[in-house]
């Protein structure tokens, strides 16, 4: 049971280069999240899908836009990277009730140089 | 709006002796509480977490927390430390609003020394 898988594990890139963060999900949860993890500062939520199609907006979305276009994966992509944006990424993925937990991912270290 | 507050980025024990992290919550309706570990280099795991159906919660290696409404508190402790608990601790709450995304405190960091 691999839980939730998060590719790449590290990357380093130049500013203004793009990429694309996988997070993949095999529990059958509806709900899915993106944070981003900074010293001192806790996580903070970028964007986050209620289901298959829907996406909305975090806390600190700018920068960065996301898909979800089957129910098990949800994108994360930064279409010109800023080194604003180094940090630790971590996927989540939920049932949706309030009760329950979050399974997370083992997080994406993103260096922007 | 739901928020939390860890009192003290960094806490420092004794092997064997009490672990207490401190957590104040902050919510509107009765709320859905958790702590979470993250060891270095890891993703997040639950300790534990509380939804209502008993005040004293107990989680995995040994810790537990008690939901305290008159001090919207959900402190986490442990009787006697271990070296291997020595990680960074996370207080979240379920956001009452679209999305039910957690949300978390800024995390305290546990060092245990011998």
Same mark, same amino acid.
């Given at each position: 049971?691999?839980?939730?898988? =998060?590719?790449?594990?590290?990357?380093?890139?130049?500013?203004?280069?793009?990429?694309?963060?996988?997070c993949?999900?095999?529990?059958?949860?509806?709900?899915?999240?993106?944070? +981003? =993890?900074?010293?001192g500062?806790?996580?903070r939520?970028?964007?986050?899908?209620?289901?298959?199609?829907?996406?909305?907006?975090?806390?600190?979305?700018?920068?960065?836009?996301?898909? +979800?276009?089957?129910? =098990?994966?949800?994108?994360?992509?930064?279409?010109?990277?800023?080194?604003? =944006?180094?940090?630790?990424?971590?996927?989540?993925s939920?049932?949706?009730?309030?009760?329950?937990?979050?399974?997370?991912?083992?997080?994406? +270290?993103?260096?922007?140089? | 709006?739901?928020?939390?507050?860890q009192?003290g980025?960094?806490v420092?024990?004794? !092997?064997?002796?009490?672990v207490?992290?401190? #957590?104040?919550?902050s919510?509107?309706?009765?709320?859905y509480?958790?702590?979470?570990?993250?060891?270095?280099?890891?993703?997040?795991?639950?300790?534990?977490?509380?939804?209502?159906?008993?005040?004293?919660?107990?989680g995995?290696?040994?810790?537990?927390? !008690?939901?305290?409404?008159? !001090?919207?508190?959900?402190?986490?402790?442990k009787?006697?430390?271990?070296?291997?608990?020595?990680?960074?601790?996370? #207080?979240?709450?379920t956001r009452?609003?679209a999305?039910?995304?957690?949300?978390?405190?800024k995390?305290?960091?546990?060092?245990?020394?011998?």
């Amino acid at each position: 049971n691999a839980g939730v898988t =998060q590719t790449p594990k590290f990357r380093v890139l130049k500013t203004g280069q793009s990429m694309t963060l996988l997070c993949a999900q095999d529990m059958n949860h509806e709900y899915m999240y993106w944070y +981003r =993890q900074d010293p001192g500062m806790g996580l903070r939520l970028i964007h986050y899908s209620v289901g298959e199609g829907t996406t909305a907006k975090g806390e600190v979305p700018d920068g960065y836009n996301v898909s +979800r276009l089957k129910k =098990q994966n949800f994108l994360l992509g930064l279409e010109s990277a800023a080194p604003s =944006q180094t940090s630790v990424y971590f996927c989540a993925s939920r049932t949706g009730l309030m009760n329950t937990e979050a399974f997370f991912g083992q997080g994406t +270290r993103l260096t922007v140089v | 709006a739901q928020s939390v507050t860890q009192l003290g980025s960094h806490v420092s024990v004794s !092997e064997g002796a009490l672990v207490l992290l401190r #957590c104040n919550y902050s919510s509107s309706v009765p709320p859905y509480l958790f702590w979470y570990v993250q060891y270095p280099n890891q993703g997040l795991q639950l300790l534990l977490k509380y939804t209502s159906a008993a005040t004293l919660v107990k989680g995995i290696n040994g810790f537990e927390a !008690e939901f305290k409404k008159s !001090e919207t508190s959900f402190h986490l402790t442990k009787p006697s430390a271990h070296m291997s608990d020595a990680a960074e601790y996370f #207080c979240a709450v379920t956001r009452n609003q679209a999305g039910t995304a957690l949300i978390f405190g800024k995390g305290t960091t546990l060092s245990v020394s011998s």
